[in-house]
């Protein structure tokens, strides 16, 4: 019989290689596929491709940043309300919804120029997300209705919600009928921080709240009050914490972050909104959130890891004609060796002989 | 004379802390042996060496006469030795019967045990039903369950840990009756405590065990309490006595509380009434699971109660939460250490944040000034001798008596006027119960008032000249103490008496 068995004293310097060891597992395992799978292309230039092509050239350096800029804003929510024990899983509409009513005030005041302009519409996609998230919030503290399914559920919700606005009222009247809003104006557009790239502020303001959030749960009774309320419950009641304000917070502040996110998409990279809002970000984000073990500043690196798998997988997609499931074939070894490492970090196996050790 | 057990330089160590080192001692058959010691003194590893879940480095065991080095517990008891856990396992949703047939290492499933389980239960006094589910059970039941399984494998040496921890005084009487008459029958018993009255009453033979190591092997009826104490602990004993009782005004009352529980294993409470006065320690007696969870709930204010059946300095507080009642000078010690009253896997530094008042150096505006927390929780450690490595050790980390020691410092310093605990010396060594109940008086003297809830009897009339009982969710008007006070506790803890 095999069991696990904490570890008196984890090991520290294990606690900052384990990523590393985990990067290699994959390298390692994703060597065997591709060498099994592949018979007429060269593993070595795939593996180029994949990994070291994204990092030397600029254009995708700067698609690279772009990817991870949302990554970075809905990891850092989602990792507030994992640490309180809260699961939000539907960031993805959010997203979407952040995206939809931030979009929707942009378009509404189509040609009109100011600088209040995007706070404006930040304002909006913030209050979108956080509705969106708060009916799971409400549910929970109501009916006790678990926040998984909720939010989950939603997610769908969202985006039917964005075909059927973009189908009728958010159509650009001179678009031939796509189901595309109106390309936002200048005004309404992020403002781009390397010239010649997609790289918007977006990014800026991402590694910013990542800094916000670290001091918050570093240095401000909120963030004791999620960590406590997240690994001991009664303790947090006896601090005088409210269990349901904390469940309030988190899917608020997730929500709310997701929104944003879903609006810099909006007015960043896609300049309008399409049916292509939802990309997945807010499903990723989950895995950014534990690769980094939920630190705000670890989330930051994290975020470019699994943009690098991102480019790369679509790139290897173009030059090798490679299916798009090698992202997500990336993505899922990279947290399971992650998450595998990391127990053993924790915990040490031991093997049983007899299965009867005591009444 | 050929020994029951004889141990001989037993040593046990994980990695550098020698847990048993080179102890030695014998058990005579049929008699009573008490194996006694602080928490940490090395009893468990002992007991868990001659019951087999642990092997020794180095050092030999005799059993009748012959050399005995069990690899399991399951040989331990095909060689007769049987024990009795201070935490039980028991199926609640099973009755006595299945309890005891699964615990039984051969099972014939065409024996009928009823009758069995009826005629031990009538030779040692040990009243139980077969057919009842041990979910419906006292705690001193289910501890005659556990004996009888125990007794269904013929055992030549029954080792009992911590038996009377959660038993009144009449059911502690009642198990001295069964174990001086299993001893009768030939039976030797191993009868681990930390209780030096019991010991003295019950046993004729005695091991003292301290800091791994054997300090004596002795008779307890020849030694007073105080002395077998001091061997146990290796140092002098604080006498307990409160200087001057001097009460003030009513600080705090409970008026007419009562509370359905919406657990379905939960106790209601009905209809308490209590009133404390400045300076004054009340205390409320009672076995386990009569209320005293729900009560203390309400008490700190994680569950709301109506506003004016708690009131504290004239002002209505039952609808407020434990940190606006933190507010007011009201500060808790719940009984529950980890999880509860501090969180495991954070620092003693960080757990000092649970417990804070508004006005403090700590936090501002909700920023935590770390240094400040820091140097707190030092002055905490330092105050209250909590051992410790640094304030930033992980409360798990500790022992329960240094966390306890923690947890009511972390509480004095912050001079409540009001201190509600509930069992301030749980599972804590007799050093640091004499350090903490020191406390709890110095506070009072200084005229604070406080509330203890413990099922420790002794505890209770140590400190507390008002004493209350709390039983199935009922609490008793204030003890009469003059003219059999002890009796009438009894009476009502059990539920035979109501006043």
New interface residues.
């Given amino acids: 019989m095999i069991r696990l068995i904490p570890r008196t004293q984890p090991s520290k310097a294990m606690i900052f290689l384990s990523p590393l060891l985990a990067l290699t597992l994959t390298a390692v395992t994703a060597f065997f596929i591709f060498a099994f799978i592949l018979t007429d292309i060269e593993v070595s230039s795939v593996f180029y491709t994949l990994f070291v092509e994204p990092l030397i050239d600029t254009y995708y350096i700067s698609e690279l940043l772009v990817k991870a800029a949302p990554l970075i804003m809905i990891a850092l929510g989602l990792s507030i309300g994992f640490r309180a024990g809260v699961w939000n899983i539907g960031a993805e509409g959010q997203y979407v919804i952040g995206g939809i009513t931030g979009g929707a005030v942009g378009l509404y005041f189509y040609n009109v120029e100011g600088f209040w302009l995007i706070p404006l519409m930040s304002l909006a996609a913030i209050l979108g997300g956080m509705f969106y998230a708060g009916i799971a919030a409400f549910l929970k503290t109501k009916y006790q209705v678990n926040e998984i399914l909720v939010t989950l559920m939603l997610t769908y919700v969202a985006v039917l919600f964005l075909s059927a606005m973009l189908q009728g009222p958010m159509r650009n009247p001179s678009g031939f009928n796509f189901p595309e809003s109106r390309p936002f104006h200048d005004s309404a557009l992020l403002p781009i921080i390397w010239q010649g790239t997609r790289l918007n502020i977006g990014l800026i303001i991402a590694v910013i709240l990542s800094f916000v959030t670290w001091f918050g749960i570093k ?4 963030g ?1 009050q999620i ?2 309320t997240g ?2 419950p ?2 947090a ?6 269990d349901k304000k904390t469940i309030w917070f988190a899917l608020l502040i997730s929500g709310g972050v997701a929104g944003l996110a879903g609006l810099f998409e909006v007015i960043g990279p896609a300049g309008q909104i399409t049916p292509g809002l939802p990309q997945f970000y807010g499903f990723t984000a989950i895995i950014v959130a534990f690769l980094s073990r939920l630190h705000p500043i670890a989330i930051i690196f994290s975020s470019l890891l699994i943009a690098l798998t991102y480019i790369g997988g679509e790139n290897v997609q173009i030059y090798f004609n490679l299916p798009s499931s090698i992202t997500n074939i990336f993505q899922g070894m990279l947290l399971f060796y992650f998450l595998a490492c990391d127990v053993l970090i924790q915990y040490k196996i031991v093997f049983f002989k ?1 299965i ?4 | 004379m050929k020994y029951q057990l004889e141990i001989q330089n037993i040593t046990k160590s994980y990695g550098d802390l020698k847990a048993n080192d080179d102890i030695s001692l014998s058990i005579k058959p049929a008699s009573i042996h008490a194996l006694l010691g602080e928490n940490g003194a090395g009893k468990s590893t002992l007991v868990k060496v001659i019951y087999g879940s642990l092997q020794a480095d180095s050092g030999q065991m005799q059993w009748c006469g012959e050399g005995y080095s069990p690899k399991s517990p399951f040989e331990a008891r095909e060689q007769g030795i049987a024990m009795v856990f201070q935490h039980f396992s028991l199926f609640e949703s099973l009755t006595v019967a299945e309890n005891i047939i699964l615990g039984l290492d051969d099972i014939g499933l065409d024996t009928d045990f009823t009758e069995q389980i009826i005629k031990y239960s009538k030779q040692y006094g040990l009243d139980i039903n077969p057919q009842q589910v041990v979910g419906d059970l006292s705690v001193g039941a289910r501890q005659r369950v556990e004996i009888i399984r125990c007794l269904m494998q013929n055992p030549k040496l029954l080792i009992m840990d911590e038996p009377t921890s959660v038993l009144t005084p009449q059911e502690v009487t009642d198990l001295f009756i069964t174990l001086r008459k299993l001893a009768e029958d030939g039976c030797a018993i191993l009868y681990i405590s930390h209780k030096l009255e019991e010991v003295r009453q019950l046993c004729s033979e005695a091991t003292i065990l301290r800091g791994g190591q054997l300090v004596q092997n002795c008779n307890p009826q020849d030694h007073n309490k105080q002395e077998l104490a001091e061997m146990m602990i290796g140092k002098k004993l604080v006498q307990l006595a409160r200087s001057n009782i001097t009460t003030g005004q009513d600080i705090f009352s409970i008026n007419n509380l009562s509370r359905k529980s919406e657990d379905m294993f939960g106790v209601d409470l009905h209809d308490i009434s209590l009133t404390i006065k400045q300076g004054s320690i009340v205390g409320i007696a009672g076995v386990a699971g009569n209320g005293q969870d729900e009560l203390m709930e309400l008490l700190i204010g994680e569950v709301e109660a109506p506003a004016d059946s708690l009131i504290f300095k004239g002002e209505d507080v039952g609808r407020l939460n434990p940190h606006q009642r933190r507010q007011l000078s009201m500060f808790f010690i719940p009984e529950e250490r980890l999880g509860h009253g501090a969180v495991p896997d954070m620092g003693l530094h960080e757990n000092m944040l649970l417990s804070r008042p508004q006005k403090s150096e700590m936090t501002n505006y909700g920023v935590i000034n770390w240094q400040n927390v820091e140097k707190l929780t030092q002055q905490v450690i330092d105050d209250f001798k909590v051992q410790t490595q640094s304030s930033k050790m992980l409360a798990k980390s500790l022992s329960g008596g240094n966390l306890q020691k923690f947890m009511v410092g972390r509480e004095l310093i912050q001079n409540p006027e009001l201190l509600i605990v509930s069992q301030p010396t749980w599972g804590v060594d007799a050093g640091s119960e004499n350090n903490i109940h020191q406390s709890l008086i110095a506070l009072a003297d200084q005229g604070s008032a406080i509330l203890i809830i413990s099922q420790d009897l002794d505890e209770i009339l140590t400190l507390c000249e008002q004493v209350h009982v709390l039983s199935e969710g009922s609490l008793s008007a204030a003890v009469d103490m003059e003219d059999n006070g002890l009796e009438k506790i009894s009476n009502l803890m059990v539920g035979s008496e109501k006043q």
Avoid at chain 1, 219 to 222: A, C, D
Avoid at chain 1, 237 to 242: L, P, S, W
Avoid at chain 1, 356 to 359: A, E, F
Wanted: aromatic share 10%; charged share 30%; hydrophobic share 40%.
């Fill in positions: 240095r401000h009774l909120s004791l960590k406590i690994s001991a009664r303790a009641k006896f601090a005088g914490f409210d007899t009867r050790q005591k009444l």
